[in-house]
């Protein structure tokens, strides 16, 4: 086994999930795309399904197959593009698609045809996000035309947030605006989707006006808050740890370079550990980085190399071989959370643990 490894505490994602039951009292649908934020799609799913949530949200046809083929049957919904040559295999699969364009409609209604089945459609209205979406004063037509396909279902409409998680509600106030003067739409002209759907995490905390008849569900049910302005609320729990451990412990005279380009050279005489971890595991080659050894919070010296970075030992003397490295998570009372590594880098925590590397195994506990 590669020694850096993912830990996954199932326990804590059907933690999470309930919380957000609780909270909303609408169905959650587990957003488990690009391999579960990185914590693994296929046992996130079934946490999540165990703990309530009625629905599975992924972002391609691959994505889909996967969930299947591990036997995760439940109602899920590709939120992303399917090329119009892997319609039917969406189909095929009893997943629904979100649509915004009347091609799809169309290739999706052939594709039922071919297959005997239902597709079944989540019209999605771009109220703001400015992604994907049919505009929302096309979005009437749309539904009739739709409608009127034959073998093809309109299971739901609905949209997606650009800024749920900042502290000013107000351009989500207007996304909600335009999303329920679609509604309205839709309703005057007869057609009532049985599923509507708006919120993210950061609205399915934040705003119950957005909650509906279902909420997807992502980073929060990893335990991961949605934004520094939109913490979680008291209870959830990270579920993701990435440790390794020390490779080689040793002392270098002053005066050593470390790693690629010398960027350090060793002050006196200093201990440093090698740890098998680096830029092609997901760990980004900047300066700054830090990890736990000992139960301290140690730096990364020199630059990360793709499978291999060195720390300083000083604060640690007793640190040797073996010894137990923490990349995120804690060890005693130390810890280094996700978005401290987010802030670091200057990205997102959503980024830092989608990163995680293919070759690092994840490590699933409480299932
Ligand atoms: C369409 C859609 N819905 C829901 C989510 C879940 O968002 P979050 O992880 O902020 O809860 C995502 C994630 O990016 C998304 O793309």
């Excluded at 000992?294 to 640190?319: H, Y």
Aim: charged letters at 20%; aromatic letters at 6%.
């Amino acid at each position: 086994m590669y020694p850096s490894r993912a830990e996954i505490d199932l326990g804590a994602i059907r933690n999470n999930v309930r919380l957000v039951l609780d909270h909303t009292g609408v169905q959650v649908m587990a957003v488990v795309k690009a391999n579960g934020y990185g914590h693994g799609a296929v046992p996130v799913a079934r946490a999540a399904l165990e703990a309530g949530a009625t629905w599975c949200g992924i972002a391609t046809v691959d994505e889909a197959i996967e969930l299947r083929r591990a036997g995760v049957d439940c109602p899920a919904l590709l939120l992303g593009f399917v090329p119009p040559e892997r319609v039917e295999e969406a189909i095929a699969n009893h997943v629904a698609m979100a649509t915004w364009d009347i091609e799809h409609v169309r290739a999706a209604s052939s594709a039922a045809g071919r297959t005997g089945e239902t597709a079944r459609l989540h019209l999605l209205v771009d109220t703001g996000m400015s992604r994907l979406g049919v505009q929302p004063q096309e979005a009437l037509q749309l539904a009739r035309r739709l409608s009127d396909a034959p073998g093809v279902l309109l299971e739901g409409v609905w949209t997606h947030f650009a800024r749920a998680d900042v502290r000013d509600p107000t351009p989500t106030a207007a996304q909600e605006r335009s999303f329920r003067d679609v509604l309205q739409s839709l309703d005057a002209g007869g057609i009532r989707p049985p599923l509507v759907h708006a919120a993210n995490s950061a609205a399915s905390l934040t705003r119950p006006s957005a909650h509906f008849d279902l909420v997807r569900l992502g980073i929060a049910m990893y335990g991961l808050h949605p934004s520094p302005e939109c913490p979680l609320l008291p209870g959830f729990q990270p579920a993701l740890a990435w440790k390794t451990l020390l490779s080689q412990v040793k002392w270098l005279p002053p005066g050593r370079g470390v790693s690629y380009g010398h960027t350090y050279t060793t002050r006196t005489r200093e201990r440093i550990g090698t740890v098998p971890v680096g830029y092609n595991d997901g760990f980004r080659r900047v300066e700054g980085n830090q990890v736990l050894v000992g139960r301290r919070r140690v730096p990364v010296l020199g630059r990360v190399t793709m499978d291999q970075i060195m720390v300083q030992l000083d604060a640690v003397p007793e640190a040797k071989v073996l010894d137990e490295v923490v990349l995120i998570g804690a060890q005693g009372e130390a810890s280094i959370t996700a978005e401290d590594v987010a802030q670091r880098w200057g990205t997102i925590n959503y980024e830092v643990t989608c990163a995680i590397g293919t070759r690092v195994p994840r490590l699933h506990l409480n299932g």
